[in-house]
């Protein structure tokens, strides 16, 4: 017996939202049905929807939109974690961007929410030992998205990227669950290293616009980088950092700087 709405709800919330959402668009801009049907209403799963979205936006002629499809479709079978996570970035987009107001934005229109997607499939692979695909992935990514993941990072769930231009995430850096961070961030090395070089973000960090944190580094819960800052050393919890290089200039501001997006650095303003 097929499913109602309400058996659809309780199983999957996240995906019965974004349904409905797309039914009500195609209602007020119809010239846009026949993308939100191929996008979202074609599908029975948000899995489905996400690795049609990835196979479109990565497809090029030397891969082709059906073999991308196929290995995204593996990646969200073999491992539900990636389609808790994606959710969870839906959720962490809507409620962090003020941009943001339906939880089907961030799956057709949002580029750092579609990279962090396709990250994810590409970091399965490289868990699989398949890194030259891994790379292709991380190659395709940044040509569409100008964000620049390596597959073999670690980045939890609830994730918001906002804006999403040139961002670069290295090899071997690490970023917690419901980290907030804003375009041309970057987590790098400071050199030749090769082995663990790259910075560890804990859990509920927000970091500003063009902020570079360098080094095998740790960036205490629940801290705040300032915009524009070069970040070169351990930061405690829940304190707020700025300048080049970067000090500690306050206290975090509140609990969860991540969710609050707030970005004023203590005395900047009088």
């Not at 199983?11 to 797309?22: C, F, G, H, M, S």
């Amino acid at each position: 017996m097929a499913k109602t709405r309400s058996n659809l709800a309780e199983l999957d919330p996240v995906w019965n939202r974004i349904t409905r959402e797309a039914e009500e668009a195609i209602a007020k801009e119809p010239l846009l049905g026949g993308l939100v049907h191929a996008c979202i209403l074609h599908h029975g799963s948000l899995e489905s929807a996400l690795a049609y979205r990835m196979a479109q936006k990565l497809a090029s002629s030397e891969m082709s939109e059906q073999l991308i499809r196929e290995i995204a479709d593996e990646a969200f079978a073999d491992d539900p974690s990636i389609g808790a996570a994606a959710r969870a970035d839906i959720v962490a987009v809507n409620d962090r961007d003020p941009a943001c107001n339906r939880f089907l934005q961030p799956l057709l229109y949002f580029k750092g929410f579609q990279a962090i997607q396709a990250y994810r499939v590409g970091h399965w692979l490289w868990q699989q030992g398949r890194k030259d695909f891994a790379y292709f992935v991380q190659m395709r990514i940044s040509e569409m998205f100008g964000v620049d993941i390596h597959p073999a990072a670690k980045i939890g769930k609830g994730i918001m990227i906002d804006h999403a231009h040139s961002i670069v995430v290295g090899e071997t850096a690490v970023v917690g669950d419901n980290v907030s961070m804003l375009h041309s961030v970057t987590l790098g090395g400071t050199g030749k290293e090769e082995e663990d070089r790259h910075p560890k973000i804990a859990d509920g960090v927000l970091i500003g616009a063009g902020a570079k944190v360098l080094g095998n580094i740790r960036i205490g819960e629940c801290s705040r980088i300032a915009a524009g800052s070069v970040v070169l050393h351990e930061v405690p919890s829940c304190k707020t950092v700025a300048g080049v290089p970067a000090r500690i200039v306050g206290e975090a501001g509140c609990d969860q700087p991540a969710m609050s997006m707030n970005q004023i650095v203590p005395g900047s303003v009088s």
